[in-house]
């Protein structure tokens, strides 16, 4: 009998250790990394004197989707502003995106149990887009600003390689946290 209630709270044990190591992320080994696929829709917000929407930088921008990662799916939100354009030199933007502008970006995930992480870009952040304005690729990196219950504390990097097309977001949010 005492060999079956050993292996039973051994079993309990180790059930335990592998529901938490994905759940938590900040256990006992520490902070955990995030890849993060990304897909969502992003409209401006900024308007012209006629009351129609500037679609042309410079203008802020509103982002909603979800984020999908190792540790579960999270609502993405952002906002963010595409500064002035200029011509881009060689190598900076992808092929057929010729101009450049700088980029700031806020963002928050939020996941289903209540959990949030956000950040905020540093440095030199930028968007690269085509003559019309409809295409734009992001190139954007910045600090963890903070977060609630798993990610209390959070302290960190993100990077993130994004492409918008007309209104459709897709792309990849990596997050290193300390």
Same mark, same amino acid.
């Given at each position: ?21 994905? &759940? ?5 080994? $520490?902070?955990? %990394? ?24 410079? *203008? ?20 963010? *502003? ?8 060689? %190598?900076?933007?992808?092929? $057929?995106?010729?101009? +450049? ?5 806020? *963002? ?8 949030? @992480?956000? /950040? ?14 409809? &295409? *734009? ?6 600090? @963890?600003?903070?977060?609630? +219950? +798993?990610?209390?504390?959070?302290? $960190? ?6 492409? @918008? ?5 897709? /792309? ?7």
């Amino acid at each position: 009998m005492k060999k079956g209630i050993t292996f039973i709270a051994i079993a309990a044990m180790a059930l335990a250790f592998v529901a938490t190591a994905d &759940t938590d992320a900040k256990a006992w080994w $520490g902070w955990h %990394g995030m890849n993060l696929k990304i897909a969502g829709s992003s409209f401006s917000v900024t308007t012209l004197p006629d009351g129609t929407t500037n679609a042309v930088p410079p *203008f802020t921008a509103i982002q909603n989707g979800i984020a999908r990662g190792k540790y579960g799916k999270a609502q993405l939100r952002s906002q963010t *502003f595409a500064g002035e354009l200029a011509p881009a030199a060689e %190598g900076e933007c992808p092929d $057929g995106l010729v101009l +450049r502008g700088a980029l700031t970006i806020s *963002f928050v995930l939020t996941y289903s149990d209540g959990s949030l @992480i956000s /950040g905020t870009t540093t440095g030199d952040s930028h968007y690269c887009t085509d003559f019309t304005g409809t &295409t *734009f690729a992001t190139d954007a990196a910045g600090i @963890i600003t903070g977060g609630a +219950r +798993r990610f209390d504390d959070a302290t $960190g990097d993100w990077n993130v390689d994004a492409t @918008i097309e007309g209104s459709r977001l897709t /792309g990849n949010l990596l997050v290193d946290l300390d």
